[in-house]
């Protein structure tokens, strides 16, 4: 049996439901999904330029508007018949360009105040997270699991990493003890808060990516025995 995520399924479509009618309403002022994914990947570039210059609470802050963007683009599309294939693969491929350049930022902002093993930390959280939207993509395309199946398995997809991310950078923000020059070497609430986070995610992508796989493999013996 596949795990569940630590968001369950049901909680997330009522969230997306309850965007409709903002989406309903930029839609009114003429924006079209695909223009919402883009300014979703402009608030992470933006996210991304305030962690590389270590304004962590801001950055947090853009994260939270990026995946409100990140919802409302789906949400316009289902609610005007404006779906279509193109627009799927561009919001795909921005939400993961978006998700690396964030995390790009929090290498650069981390190495930049000297935090012992915080941008070898948040590269592991950045090839994790991918690895995790990488089999589901290759899951999906080679029809083990159609349409979002491969969503509800493992405990950390995407809105959980977004969470557990947006927890840290505003920690980092608010929380005292931010070494301000290079070379700091000792432990501090928004290093734990921050890095702590970053390994969290390390950690639980990890473990998705392994759980998709045996979901995989037992979907592909399935299809061997029919």
Do not use: C
Not at 110 to 118: K, Y
Not at 200 to 214: E, G, K, N, S
């Amino acid at each position: 049996m596949p795990v569940a995520p630590l968001i369950p399924t049901g909680p997330r479509a009522r969230v997306r439901q309850g965007v409709e009618p903002f989406a309903r309403g930029l839609g009114r002022l003429g924006l079209k999904p695909n223009a919402l994914t883009m300014i979703g990947f402009g608030i992470a570039v933006v996210a991304a330029y305030f962690a590389a210059t270590e304004a962590w609470l801001y950055a947090g802050l853009a994260v939270i508007i990026g995946a409100v963007f990140d919802l409302l683009d789906g949400a316009l599309a289902r609610a005007t018949g404006r779906t279509t294939r193109f627009g799927a693969f561009l919001d795909s491929t921005m939400d993961r360009w978006g998700e690396a350049v964030v995390y790009l930022g929090l290498i650069w902002g981390l190495a930049g105040v000297g935090f012992i093993l915080g941008p070898q930390i948040a590269a592991a959280a950045m090839g994790s997270a991918f690895m995790v939207s990488y089999v589901r993509a290759k899951s999906e395309s080679l029809g083990f699991t159609p349409g979002t199946g491969m969503a509800s398995v493992g405990l950390a997809p995407r809105e959980v990493r977004i969470v557990i991310l947006t927890v840290g950078l505003v920690s980092a923000g608010i929380l005292p003890g931010l070494p301000q020059s290079r070379g700091t070497a000792f432990f501090t609430l928004s290093w734990l808060a921050l890095v702590g986070s970053l390994g969290l995610i390390a950690v639980l992508a990890t473990l998705t990516t392994i759980q998709r796989i045996f979901h995989v493999y037992r979907e592909a013996r399935k299809q061997e025995q029919q």
